[in-house]
């Protein structure tokens, strides 16, 4: 299992750009979320989704847009790139099944808006 | 508005001590508390707590939820340098979350 893969590492946009930052995991979760995390303040959760079809809002979906029509991939969407949305992006997907719980988060995306 | 505040913010312990790490949480409809924890790169998941007074354990890890205290605190007993992190509290309200800023824990060899 290659877990939660996240594509890419490292972007830099300019003010304005759109981009999609990808996420796909290969463990059948049904759950993915997408963070961002900044200096001093901890994760905030951008948007998340429970299952292939559904989505929803987290604490700050502002400027971002997701999707998801399998549930393998969980693209986020930039639409225009502003400098407050600098910061380190980490996508996750987690499970209940088997009575436990499990989550998994991949390695981040950092993205620096100029 | 939810809130989830952990304290303290950062710890300088030597090898050997035990520590205890706190959050304190105001989330509306609550259904759990999770525990991470974040050393140079992503999170890594150590429990989720649902039942009040019902201790999770893992090694040296243990952790345990008090639903009257709003209150959650982690426990690492005979601290290795290995420990040292960011450890990570959020509280779930339905399926959004809602993250402390995170404890700072240094183990000093």
């Known amino acids: 299992n290659a877990g939660v893969t996240q594509t890419p590492k490292f972007q830099v946009l300019k003010t304005g750009q759109s981009m999609t930052l990808q996420c796909a995991q290969d463990m059948n979760h049904e759950y993915m979320s997408w963070y961002r995390q900044d200096p001093g303040m901890g994760l905030r959760l951008i948007h998340y989704s429970v299952g292939a079809g559904i989505t929803d809002q987290g604490e700050v979906p502002n400027g971002y847009n997701v999707s998801r029509s399998t549930t393998e991939d969980f693209p986020l969407r930039l639409l225009s790139a502003a400098p407050s949305q600098t910061s380190v992006y980490f996508c996750?997907?987690?499970?209940?099944?088997?009575?436990?719980?499990?989550?998994?988060f991949g390695p981040g995306t950092r993205l620096t808006v100029l | 508005e939810d809130k989830v505040v952990q304290s303290p913010l950062s710890l300088v312990v030597h090898e050997g001590d035990t520590v205890t790490l706190n959050c304190s949480y105001e989330v509306t409809n609550f259904r759990s508390l999770l525990w991470y924890k974040q050393e140079k790169k992503a999170p890594t998941f150590l429990f989720m707590l649902t039942s009040s007074g019902i201790e999770k354990k893992s090694g040296r890890l243990s952790s345990i939820l008090d639903k009257k205290e709003l209150s959650s605190i982690l426990n690492i007993t005979a601290t290795q340098t290995g420990d040292s992190a960011i450890y990570l509290c959020a509280g779930t309200p339905n399926n959004d979350m809602r993250f402390g800023a995170g404890t700072r824990l240094t183990v000093k060899p």
């Open positions: 996750a997907s987690s499970s209940t099944s088997g009575g436990g719980y499990t989550q998994y």
